[in-house]
């Protein structure tokens, strides 16, 4: 069971603060992260999962330093879809395999855990599409299983469930369920506040400092979302 820890954190974009003094513990289970359009989500979450460079403060993965948890491959991270190109010539397999990359296991584990991935999240037979001819819901289950592939402990997820219909919401969650069910600590940004008290354990509510902090039912309560995202009390 792994717990991340931030304590301090500050991300800067030249004048931009983004974050500041983020001290937070994200515990096994599911955490949200809810706030508005430029509150520091993806800040937290490139900063967790090493793509975004603090400029102070320190995150730690179960007890380590952040960028030694990532180098054994135990964060792995699922970008907002609308960073992956859908005309980049790729297939679902070539994606699912790049979760091996920090592998050291023999080729034959690699290929069981690629095979196991793309099944589990209901791909079986698209191996060899196109991802640009995949529906956004497909593509979002093409990166939680280049995730799964990677057998980290910990999933950081930046709004996986933005722009799919519900259906695909739906079955995109329960993917995550069983994965959080097996021990694994999940901190995935959204926007679907509706679907948080019964899907989240923990919810984190943001802008650019931690708001507010806690059971979902506790945190998301009118005083707070009136001052997250500026709706009436
Ligand atoms: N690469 C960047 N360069 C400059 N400013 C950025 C960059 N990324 C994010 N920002 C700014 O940092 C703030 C937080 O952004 P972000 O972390 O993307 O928030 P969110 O994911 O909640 O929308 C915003 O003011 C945004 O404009
Ligand atoms: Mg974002």
Do not use: C, W
């Not at 099944?119 to 001819?133: A, K, P, T, Y």
Request: net charge neutral; glycine share 10%; charged share 20%.
């Amino acid at each position: 069971m792994t717990t991340i820890t931030t304590q301090g954190l500050r991300v800067t974009y030249g004048e931009v603060v983004a974050l500041d003094d983020i001290s937070l513990t994200v515990e096994p289970g599911l955490t949200v992260l809810v706030g508005v359009n430029g509150s520091g989500k993806s800040s937290l979450l490139g900063a967790i999962s090493g793509s975004v460079r603090p400029s102070a403060g320190t995150v730690m993965v179960d007890g380590q330093p952040a960028s030694q948890a990532r180098a054994r491959g135990a964060v792995a991270y699922v970008p907002q879809l609308d960073v992956i190109d859908r005309d980049f010539p790729v297939t679902v397999h070539t994606v699912v395999e790049m979760g091996r990359y920090a592998s050291r296991a023999s080729r034959v584990e690699d290929r069981a855990a690629i095979a196991q991935a793309i099944d589990r999240v209901g791909l079986s037979g698209l191996e060899r599409r196109q991802i640009g001819e995949l529906s956004g819901g497909q593509r979002r289950r093409v990166l939680l299983a280049r995730a799964l592939a990677q057998q980290a402990e910990v999933l950081i997820l930046d709004e996986p469930d933005a722009g799919i219909d519900s259906g695909a919401r739906q079955t995109f969650y329960a993917l995550l369920r069983s994965f959080i069910d097996e021990g694994r600590t999940v901190l995935m940004a959204t926007h679907d506040l509706a679907s948080v008290p019964d899907l989240a354990d923990h919810a984190v509510v943001l802008h650019q400092r931690v708001i507010a902090s806690g059971k979902p039912r506790d945190v998301l309560t009118p005083e707070v979302l009136a001052q997250a995202f500026g709706m009436k009390p």
